[in-house]
């Protein structure tokens, strides 16, 4: 459309209402942009509100310290709580080092026009997009059997559940490690730093907040997922504590998921109560990553 | 001069004096290897997917019961029966429906949700409304699981919609799936809406558009590949939920079309087959990895398909 012929066309062709009705139809748009945002916070709201009158009740000192039981009101959940423990610490001696090694790799000192640095990068964004279940199918194969042949353990739980979070700490990392100008690393090189010394006494430590926060985030979406301990075989019915990397363990994703799948009324409402447990646990390392972010994170 | 990577060799005190021996250039490279192989690693994971998924899923067809055509076109899906049936069809058709629905709930609250962030809401309402929709996407799917089988389908469906729906069916599952997906639709949209230059607005506005037309008609049409994205990415991570489907869209692999009735999708499968006490190298346990790698060669479609709409939209604007 030329400028001429917009002259000519009277202002509401071109804009297809009169300016008076602009304010009305505004203002009603802007409603149904408020109304569908707040679709899915209300759905979770009444989910949250749901769960909490379902599981409040459960909710006791021997709930938490006692191991699963087939009669509803000696069940607890200690086994799974320490399970999830054990899941955690395995999951953090993996993703740290190898997702902070390979975030330095790529920010540092991987050549992006070279061909195995994209396929790297590349890789790295559609590992973080393949379902979770599919790294379970992997850790039932080459973890719990195959080549490693770990069985049903804590630690091939752990690797598993690493594998599925490991693209995203790489990630988060990266920009963790991007946010830090480059002043800093350049002021380093030209004071006779060497390219290690630069990150290592500079651009790590300066980035370290960002780091933990991609980091606790990992473990929380990790300790949340079910799909892939199932396949790997975590057993729902286990009455005692791990008591090693070898030991066969559950984890409160799972006892709710084997809960749930009671057709009793009573184990449902377990679930529940797990369920608020799981998530006053995922709440509490959401509010230390955020603590992390604002407390400590440098503004440049 | 001795030292190899010397960009200049400029005048005054050698190199070798400022920076000590050549030498600790050597921990230099070894570290650079070390970081190197820890990235590599993650190439590892995914040759590691790739041979265990199709090693298993050639050992399948390998198998007498199992055709190809009969794996692609049967209408039966009963690897566990003593007379088997492998027609994936049934497990393919139950993941279709229950991600279609999952979109076409995703898709307007996603967009709406995004437009409302990025064109009309004050920096205080954007701060308490993005943590919030990362507290939703943060949320186990499990719990999500829980919520459409123990209250979305008897208390909604049935109760206040009044719909006749079995205990298990697709169009919970599908629903609930679609409120997972809302965040991932709603942030790769808003970023790409944030990306549209502010000049095309300003442009917009000084030729007399109102804030309703220049989101609808400037906007969106701007960010409409980061749209797609956002739109294919969450389509993606409806193909692979598990825990929901597992729970509450039921483990009856059927060919019916209709949502109210149990249905079972190929997670699903996977997840209610790997459950139990699967032998190495029987048919049911290799059934997992055929089924496995359908699911992976989708969400690695649909993914690079997304990958490929976020670059076009940086391209354009940044």
């Known amino acids: ?300 | 001069m001795a030292t190899s990577k010397a960009t200049s060799d400029a005048a005054g005190p050698n190199a070798e004096s400022v920076f000590g021996p050549a030498r600790r250039r050597i921990g230099e490279k070894a570290i650079a290897v070390a970081l190197f192989l820890a990235a590599a690693t993650s190439v590892v994971i995914t040759v590691g997917i790739v041979i265990s998924l199709t090693g298993e899923t050639l050992a399948f067809f390998a198998d007498q019961a199992v055709s190809v055509s009969g794996f692609l076109t049967g209408a039966q899906w009963t690897p566990l029966f003593s007379d088997p049936e492998f027609g994936i069809r049934p497990l393919v058709q139950g993941t279709l429906i229950i991600t279609g629905i999952a979109l076409i709930v995703a898709i307007p609250l996603g967009i709406g949700t995004a437009a409302f962030l990025s064109e009309y809401a004050s920096p205080r309402v954007r701060s308490a409304l993005k943590p919030t929709l990362e507290l939703l996407a943060g949320v186990p799917t499990v719990v999500f699981g829980y919520f459409a089988l123990t209250f979305f389908t008897p208390s909604i469906l049935k109760g206040l919609l009044g719909m006749d729906v079995s205990v298990f069916n697709g169009l919970a599952g599908g629903i609930i799936v679609g409120v997972l997906i809302v965040p991932t639709v709603a942030s790769v949209a808003e970023d790409a809406m944030s990306a549209v230059p502010q000049s095309l607005r300003e442009g917009a506005y000084g030729l007399g558009a109102s804030r309703r037309q220049v989101t609808v008609r400037v906007v969106v049409p701007a960010a409409l590949s980061g749209i797609t994205a956002g739109i294919v990415l969450g389509a993606s991570r409806a193909v692979g939920e598990t825990m929901v489907v597992l729970i509450a869209a039921g483990q009856v692999p059927t060919t019916s079309l209709d949502p109210r009735n149990p249905m079972e999708t190929m997670t699903a499968f996977i997840g209610a087959t790997g459950k139990g006490d699967v032998p190495t190298g029987s048919t049911g346990y290799k059934a997992i990895f055929a089924v496995g790698f359908a699911l992976f060669v989708i969400t690695l479609i649909l993914n690079t398909i997304s990958i490929r709409f976020v670059r076009r939209y940086r391209q354009v604007y940044e």
């Open chain 1, 1 to 300: 459309m030329t400028t001429a012929e917009a002259g000519e066309r009277p202002v509401s062709e071109v804009l297809g209402v009169p300016p008076a009705a602009h304010k009305a139809r505004d203002r009603g748009f802007v409603l149904v942009l408020a109304l569908l945002t707040s679709i899915a916070l209300l759905v979770l709201a009444v989910l949250l509100i749901d769960t909490a009158i379902d599981g409040v009740p459960q909710l006791s000192l021997s709930f938490l310290t006692s191991f699963p039981s087939a009669f509803p009101a000696k069940a607890g959940i200690e086994s799974a709580i320490t399970g999830t423990l054990w899941l955690m610490g395995v999951v953090t001696f993996v993703i740290v080092p190898l997702g902070v090694a390979s975030a330095l790799y790529l920010e540092e000192f991987a050549d992006g026009t070279r061909l195995w640095n994209r396929i790297i990068e590349v890789n790295i964004q559609n590992l973080a997009a393949v379902p979770s279940i599919v790294y379970g199918i992997l850790g039932l194969a080459y973890i719990v059997r195959g080549p490693l042949s770990l069985g049903r353990t804590v630690l091939a739980g752990g690797l598993t559940l690493a594998l599925v979070v490991l693209p995203v700490v790489i990630i988060t990392s990266r920009e963790a490690l991007r946010a830090v100008p480059p002043s800093i690393k350049e002021g380093a090189l030209a004071l006779g730093a060497t390219r290690w010394q630069a990150i290592w006494r500079q651009i790590l430590p300066s980035s370290i907040p960002g780091i933990a926060t991609g980091v606790i985030l990992s473990i929380s979406r990790a300790i949340g997922e079910t799909a892939p301990l199932i396949l790997v075989g975590a057993a729902t019915f286990v009455a005692f504590n791990p008591t090693g990397l070898d030991s066969p363990f559950t984890a409160l994703p799972l006892q709710i998921f084997s809960w749930i799948s009671q057709p009793n009324d009573e184990f449902r409402m377990l679930a529940a109560a797990a369920i608020i447990v799981l998530l006053v646990l995922l709440v509490i390392l959401n509010a230390v990553a955020i603590t992390l972010r604002n407390r400590y994170q440098q503004r440049w």
